[in-house]
């Protein structure tokens, strides 16, 4: 579906600078060669990346959890998920490290569902998507700075939340209808 | 799921100032007070918003363009979608715009999926998902450095792409799944 013939839509980047170095995000300003001839300036969040995990117990509960996200000043509901420690971090271990530390489960079976690009118009962050099942509970130890409630929904329950629109974190819409796909 | 009791988890901003005004993009550096009582940095990429359309026509086709994406400097298929064009503008008539702008669709049926934050951890961008039907053909008029091929796929052959993780957009993914879900 994607590969067939690009040619009339490719740029190529003939100038990159940093414009912007913060803690989490640094803006790059690139300038790219458009098929037309032209220039056209691009602004790139450039982001480490992160992996997610829908974890589904025996029962058919998905382990969530609600935080409070500062970007949209509200709570939100999602699936365990956690920035990489640096850039080329395993992501299969990180998306390990994240489910132990914000709900204390480790998982025997690991599936890769997906890896997506959040927000391809502005930023290159990049999510790696796991299904993890045959859970066994633990003791959860967020970050120092990380507040959240663990909540476990029937997977129906959480795809009945979805098509309501109750639920509007991009990754945890993607990863949970992917897995709910492969699980009915 | 959502709601119950969330004050163990609640932060209140403190202070906001502007690091960054970019073209698209403008960063706000925020302290929040945490539950603990402690204070902490956060960084927000604000964004306008956008609408993003599956448009499914009498065969079960959805229209997908292709678009070079200079942020994860490669192609990706994706829904049709765009930004608003100011903050608070009417996220169906965006959608409407959009669709015929990339594609030349007309749609006499709208239904509104969701509305998605697509990266929460550190941007406010959201996003109108719509599922249009009962379309009409027209003339596409892209913008002018907008350079896209638009495909028509079946939805069943775009969800079986998604699941075998050929689909990187999350907005596509979320898209196309929960229409899938609602089409069935």
Redesign the interface.
């Known amino acids: ?2 590969r ?1 013939d ?1 040619s ?4 190529t ?1 003939v100038d990159s600078r940093r ?2 170095d ?4 640094h ?1 790059d ?2 300038t ?1 060669r ?3 001839g ?1 220039t ?6 450039r ?1 480490v990346g ?1 992996s997610a995990v829908v974890p589904v117990d025996g029962d058919g509960n998905v382990w ?1 959890v ?8 509200r ?4 699936i365990p998920a956690g ?1 990489l420690d640096f850039k080329g971090e395993d992501r299969l271990l990180a998306a390990k490290r994240e489910l132990e530390e914000e709900t204390g489960l480790t998982a025997a079976s690991w599936i ?16 790696s998507l796991y299904l993890a099942r045959e859970l066994s509970p633990g003791e959860s130890h967020p970050d120092d ?1 990380e ?3 663990v ?1 476990k ?1 029937p997977l129906k ?3 009945a ?3 309501r ?7 945890t ?2 990863a949970v ?2 897995a ?3 699980c009915r």
């Open positions: 579906m994607i067939d690009n009339n839509i490719m740029e980047t414009v912007f913060g803690i989490i995000l803006i300003h690139i790219n458009l098929p037309n032209k056209a300036a691009r602004e790139v969040a982001h992160a969530l609600k935080q409070f996200r500062a970007a949209v000043d709570v939100l509901l999602e920035k890769h569902l997906t890896d997506i690009v959040t927000t391809p118009g502005f930023s290159d962050e990049k999510i700075d507040f959240l409630n909540v929904v329950d959480v795809v939340g979805i098509m629109g109750e639920i509007a974190d991009a990754k819409v993607c209808m992917m709910w796909e492969k």
